[in-house]
């Protein structure tokens, strides 16, 4: 007898957004070996193949396609392209996202010492540049709307399909020095509620997973010295995750599969699921 809580995505296609990234590269191959055509979107097309590449070499199917979740046309030109080759659109991993430095400040604290006697290159929350704060909040907010738009509209015609927008810790509890990526991934949690509400009449469920500290290749410099001790940042993370380490790649997976399965996560929509080792329930104390 089958189990509904087998989750078996034979037959649908997956588009995953940031598909060629540490994170959400092992999303799509997980999705591919539960049965999903995998359609594996990013900017940097040698990132992407390497994992389509290597979802086809484990007997799952995958392709590459060249996407700008900031260009409705390049969207738009992508779900063209995946319908002709898979068919239509029945889950969408909007997991495209990420920080910039212009939209981050140099130190954790503000002193009356940068304002007064201001250090070329250690930008203080009142230099920060509002062209970068909105790079930043446009690439997690707006590339999760955009994608939303024009992947979802079959979704919403066919009566059924999921969307998983990927959220942070950050949503949760703004972290020091990066106050755009904490407003932009704030914005996704709040969205991916009001989506599920939007979309609750047209049989489409939204959830958000939220994903606590993995090291990537956007945070590694961040976290880990040169020679891979932890640095006083990552030592501070580690400290306030009670499980006492960070994420691996492998640990969204559980999560994931639940929230694509109708017949196990039927019920749940506007859920925003923390992947954290317990960060987001700690109080410090």
Not at 35 to 55: F, H, N, T, W, Y
Not at 113 to 118: G, H, T
Not at 240 to 263: C, Q
Request: one cysteine or more; glycine letters at 10%; a neutral charge.
């Amino acid at each position: 007898m089958a189990n509904k809580y087998d989750t078996d995505l034979t037959g649908k296609t997956a588009a995953v957004t940031g598909g060629g990234g540490i994170l959400c590269s092992r999303m799509a191959e997980a999705l591919a070996a539960r049965g999903a055509k995998v359609a594996i979107l990013d900017l940097r097309p040698e990132a992407a193949q390497k994992v389509a590449d290597s979802i086809v070499a484990s007997g799952g199917v995958a392709k590459v396609f060249a996407c700008d979740v900031l260009d409705k046309a390049s969207i738009e030109a992508a779900n063209a392209a995946i319908e002709a080759e898979f068919g239509p659109i029945n889950i969408l991993v909007n997991g495209a996202g990420g920080n910039h430095p212009k939209g981050t400040t140099f130190r954790e604290h503000l002193t009356l010492e940068q304002i007064v006697s201001p250090v070329a290159g250690q930008q203080s929350f009142f230099d920060l540049d509002p062209a970068g704060i909105q790079f930043v909040f446009n690439l997690n907010f707006i590339g999760t709307l955009l994608p939303t738009q024009v992947f979802a509209r079959a979704m919403a015609q066919s009566g059924a399909g999921t969307i998983i927008n990927i959220s942070s810790m950050n949503a949760f509890k703004p972290l020091t020095k990066i106050p755009a990526y904490s407003a932009a991934k704030a914005a996704v949690s709040n969205f991916t509620q009001w989506l599920a509400v939007h979309f609750s009449k047209v049989g489409v469920r939204v959830n958000a997973i939220a994903p606590g500290f993995f090291l990537t290749d956007q945070n590694r410099g961040l976290l880990t010295n040169p020679d891979g001790t932890w640095t006083p940042r990552g030592n501070t993370i580690l400290t306030h995750t009670p499980l006492g380490r960070l994420g691996e790649p492998d640990d969204l997976v559980g999560a994931l599969l639940w929230l694509v399965n109708d017949a196990a996560a039927g019920f749940v929509t506007g859920a925003v699921i923390p992947v954290d080792g317990g960060f987001s329930a700690f109080s410090g104390v």
